[in-house]
């Protein structure tokens, strides 16, 4: 605790972004053993004194001279921004994120923006004058980001972690489900199962549905069947008031009959199942349906739907866990990619009886 307090002394004389002597010469300055001095910095970092840089040494944060926790005290934030609350999957990344950084006495800040990036950029700057020690999110979609606003959290030593995607020209560790495999597998099932004609539902085009649209036509090709541009439709917008059974009733009117749908979601799957059985198609029977997340609406409908597991726990309890290490002062390469693969859980939508 006296290292420590003479370091803050001496990292308050010094300016944001200064390179802190070695571990060895901070060790012969204070006559202390270089155990001790990592100890100290590890704190320092957690605390928002200072910041780590991969293979660069210890940096003075902006946080300084101004950092709202007193010496010793092992109180944090953490930031968690997500697209939606209310949204199938992120209430699972909460627990786990919620889970992880309770255990570490670690208060969590939660955000929604609704899948803009107008909103994530007020969130963002929310989060830095709060004096946040660490960020998980998962980045909106819809409109253009600020990358400025990550290269200020990245200058003032916040540690970010990013679930699910991450974006362009920001170098984070990110932990994401394998959505190429989730895929795969699904239309993978829906071939062995007597399907040719498969179409593929998903929501507007972005990275995720893009990795299981890749998914879905490298299934296809590795049996031998073409990709038919006619079964293969993004929705036009994130609406989620008639997800699926607009697209599949167009579908049908157009004359066009698939005889297996894999869905990008749930939500989009229960759509299609009501436009097919609207038209007298059986679900389970005359057209086999897949969807993804593995949410209560599988067990919901009337004929229980197959769907990809999603491990939403998983993910936001290793977000939060890369996250801690980070915040600690261990090194994590700004590179690391954990993935995470999901698992098929067959029902009666395609399991032909």
């Not at 969590?108 to 999110?137: F, S």
């Not at 895929?183 to 972005?206: E, M, Q, W």
């Not at 799957?269 to 009501?274: Q, S």
């Not at 609406?297 to 936001?316: A, H, N, R, W």
Request: proline letters at 4%; one cysteine or more; hydrophobic letters at 35%.
């Amino acid at each position: 605790m006296e290292v420590k307090h003479k370091l803050i002394e001496q990292i308050k004389l010094l300016k944001p972004h200064v390179r802190l002597p070695s571990r060895n010469a901070l060790a012969k300055q204070y006559n202390a053993a270089r155990t001790t001095i990592e100890r100290s910095i590890s704190e320092l970092i957690g605390e928002g004194y200072l910041y780590a840089k991969d293979g660069s040494g210890t940096y003075v944060s902006e946080k300084r001279a101004t950092a709202k926790h007193t010496p010793g005290s092992t109180f944090r934030s953490v930031g968690l921004i997500i697209p939606d609350i209310r949204h199938d999957t992120y209430p699972g990344i909460l627990r786990g994120v919620e889970d992880t950084t309770n255990r570490h006495d670690i208060n969590l800040v939660i955000c929604n923006t609704d899948n803009q990036t107008e909103k994530q950029a007020g969130y963002l700057n929310k989060l830095i004058d709060l004096g946040i020690h660490g960020l998980i999110i998962v980045p909106a979609i819809i409109g253009h980001t600020d990358l400025s606003l990550f290269s200020k959290l990245q200058e003032a030593g916040i540690p970010i972690v990013f679930c699910n995607r991450g974006i362009d020209g920001v170098e984070a560790p990110k932990v994401v489900s394998n959505n190429f495999y989730g895929a795969y597998a699904a239309v993978k099932h829906l071939i062995g199962n007597g399907c040719r004609d498969i179409a593929y539902i998903s929501r507007p085009a972005y990275s995720t549905s893009y990795e299981r649209y890749q998914g879905y036509t490298s299934a296809l090709a590795e049996a031998g069947l073409d990709v038919d541009d006619r079964l293969v439709l993004f929705e036009p917008t994130f609406d989620t008031a008639r997800q699926g059974y607009d697209s599949v009733s167009e579908l049908l009117k157009r004359g066009v009959t698939p005889d297996g749908i894999f869905c990008f979601n749930d939500g989009i799957a229960k759509g299609a199942c009501e436009a097919l059985g609207e038209k007298g198609l059986i679900v389970g029977k005359d057209v086999l349906v897949v969807g993804y997340d593995n949410t209560g609406i599988c067990e919901s409908m009337p004929v229980k739907l197959t769907s990809v597991q999603f491990q939403t726990y998983d993910i936001g309890a290793s977000a939060a866990g890369l996250l801690l290490d980070m915040m600690n002062g261990e090194t994590v390469r700004s590179s690391s990619f954990v993935v995470l693969q999901p698992e098929l859980v067959i029902r009666q939508s395609s399991n032909r009886s």
